[in-house]
């Protein structure tokens, strides 16, 4: 992959319902997960962008040094540790939970760290940042069932949830 | 010295992997695209190629393909360097015809590292692959790749393998009386090398080593065809003779088999139609991209033997004449599978099998 680099520069697989892209973002000082949360912005500026279709998610059908990606469409973002803040232990945030999430044509199971004791009649996803974090986390794709995506972080679009389980 | 070619886009990366392959005593050349890379790859004939997947011009898997598909490239050994880190990224490579996958970022010790392992086993001459073919079921073709196996490690003390790519059903185990739990097509994904692969080879007394099919129900026993082709690689790159039995219709595997092999052996028996036989070489031939070195063998049947041997002497003329090709051997007919290499040395076929186990060890050493 070619490109001009200034500052710091995320490698990153950002998954649609219908496709999966991969690409670098110029993150600035900080992780790609303070962008991806910033409700500031609207999109994320990618370059070197390879964009495969979910229904054959390793050939690549196009190319373009420059895409901008909606945010709000992406149904999560699989990326290196060092690219997502995690939520800092202390006894309010302190348990980790084993997290099954689905999403329109995916499913995603992985690491969440969460409150000591979730009260699930307290606790809601709303409550999260807008991309929530898994850990060890792997993604399933519904119609091809047997392509898994896995990686340290995915951070999920927490308005893309259809159900976020959580158990101990 | 060995000659190593990095296509990737990215210049600067590109010159770092060329410092590092330099350091350790390769002659390294570059380019910066994928039609710059083919164009330097059929130029300078290189022994290994370090190519990167995410390319705007043409992708990596394309190129590995190309590379693969061009009689100049296709033996070369290619490491695929990319940030495409998944699962089915790495499949792809394999798929595409790459020999190892290495992710990005990467360190220069394992690239390196990487690079001098895969040369030194291109290094070992592979060795001499040869496949049985039959037309049907029912005329001893397990029965002669199991012998000729044997009659290879025991007459020649070099390292033979019997590989039974009758994904369902197949007997070679049987024969040789050996069964495994668990076989090669249920966890060996091709990219684990011969070490990977060695928990799934099962050792004879006689010395031949014996890859059996999977106990598994037909359709779960489909391995893709990269997977097989890999498969073959990897052995012939450990053992001197390979020895294939095959199933009567071979599918999606006509071509990984027809490529790779040195020799085919089609059995042919007095009850097979020899215009059918006529038409199917041809077909085989048109699909082979080099001409392939065919050996006919004929095999009795119960009636030829009443017949004392007339009908199969008969038989291979008819072959001779209607195929143009020479018989290698005719085999007496024998009732049900038998190691007869091992069980009956003295028999008639046993000598004919090993007459041909000759027959083979001087074509390999003429190819040599």
């Known amino acids: 992959m070619s490109s001009v680099q200034y500052g710091r520069v995320a490698q990153a697989d950002f998954f649609t319902t219908t496709h999966r892209i991969s690409g670098q973002v110029n993150t600035g000082p900080k992780p790609l997960s303070d962008m991806l949360n910033d409700r500031s912005l609207s999109y994320v500026m990618a370059v070197n962008v390879y964009v495969s279709r979910l229904s054959e998610p390793g050939e690549i059908v196009a190319h373009m040094p420059v895409a901008y990606l909606s945010k709000q469409n992406l149904s999560f973002v699989i990326v290196a540790a060092r690219e997502a803040r995690q939520a800092e232990r202390t006894r309010f945030s302190a348990q980790e939970y084993r997290a099954v999430i689905t999403l329109p044509a995916f499913e995603i199971t992985g690491k969440f760290l969460g409150p000591l004791r979730v009260d699930m009649q307290v606790f809601s996803p709303a409550s999260l940042d807008p991309f929530v974090l898994v850990t060890e986390a792997t993604a399933q794709i519904v119609a091809l069932p047997e392509v898994t995506f896995g990686g340290e972080v995915i951070l999920v679009n927490g308005s893309r949830l259809e159900s976020f389980g959580l158990s101990e | 010295m060995s000659k190593v070619l990095v296509i990737d886009d990215e210049a600067p990366l590109t010159a770092l992997i060329g410092r590092f392959l330099e350091n350790a005593g390769f002659k390294v050349e570059s380019a910066t695209s994928g039609v710059e890379g083919l164009h330097k790859a059929t130029a300078i004939r290189p022994d290994l190629i370090v190519l990167d997947i995410m390319m705007p011009d043409i992708d990596g898997y394309e190129v590995c393909r190309r590379l693969r598909a061009d009689p100049r490239t296709a033996r070369a050994a290619i490491v695929v360097l990319t940030a495409r880190t998944q699962p089915i990224d790495k499949q792809m490579a394999l798929r595409a015809g790459a020999d190892m996958h290495v992710v990005k970022p990467f360190s220069g010790k394992v690239l390196v590292e990487t690079v001098q392992k895969l040369l030194a086993a291109r290094a070992h001459p592979l060795g001499h692959q040869v496949v049985v073919l039959r037309l049907r079921q029912g005329v001893g073709a397990t029965t002669l790749t199991t012998n000729l196996a044997l009659a290879l490690a025991e007459d020649t003390g070099r390292l033979s393998t019997a590989v039974d790519l009758v994904l369902s059903g197949g007997q070679v185990g049987s024969i040789l009386g050996m069964h495994a739990e668990r076989s090669w097509v249920e966890s060996w994904q091709g990219d684990q090398g011969m070490d990977g692969l060695a928990p799934h080879l099962l050792r004879h007394s006689s010395?031949?080593?014996?890859?059996?099919?999977?106990?598994?129900?037909?359709?779960?026993?489909?391995?893709?065809?990269?997977?097989?082709?890999?498969?073959?690689?990897?052995?012939?790159?450990?053992?001197?003779?390979?020895?294939?039995?095959?199933?009567?219709?071979?599918?999606?595997?006509?071509?990984?088999?027809?490529?790779?092999?040195?020799?085919?052996?089609?059995?042919?028996?007095?009850?097979?139609?020899?215009?059918?036989?006529?038409?199917?070489?041809?077909?085989?031939?048109?699909?082979?991209?080099?001409?392939?070195?065919?050996?006919?063998?004929?095999?009795?049947?119960?009636?030829?033997?009443?017949?004392?041997?007339?009908?199969?002497?008969?038989?291979?003329?008819?072959?001779?004449?209607?195929?143009?090709?020479?018989?290698?051997?005719?085999?007496?007919?024998?009732?049900?599978?038998?190691?007869?290499?091992?069980s009956q040395p003295g028999s008639p076929l046993a000598a004919a099998i090993r007459a041909l186990a000759q027959q083979v060890t001087g074509s390999a050493a003429k190819s040599a």
């Open chain 2, 207 to 342: 010395g031949l080593f014996m890859l059996p099919a999977p106990v598994l129900p037909p359709d779960m026993a489909s391995p893709e065809t990269w997977r097989v082709a890999r498969l073959l690689q990897v052995v012939r790159g450990w053992s001197d003779y390979v020895i294939i039995d095959t199933p009567a219709a071979l599918g999606n595997l006509a071509s990984v088999l027809l490529d790779s092999s040195s020799l085919v052996l089609l059995l042919l028996s007095p009850d097979d139609a020899l215009r059918t036989v006529q038409f199917t070489l041809a077909t085989i031939n048109k699909s082979a991209p080099e001409p392939l070195q065919l050996w006919p063998v004929v095999t009795g049947t119960p009636a030829a033997q009443e017949a004392a041997g007339r009908t199969e002497v008969h038989f291979k003329e008819q072959v001779e004449q209607v195929l143009g090709l020479p018989v290698a051997a005719v085999l007496p007919w024998s009732p049900g599978p038998q190691p007869v290499i091992v």
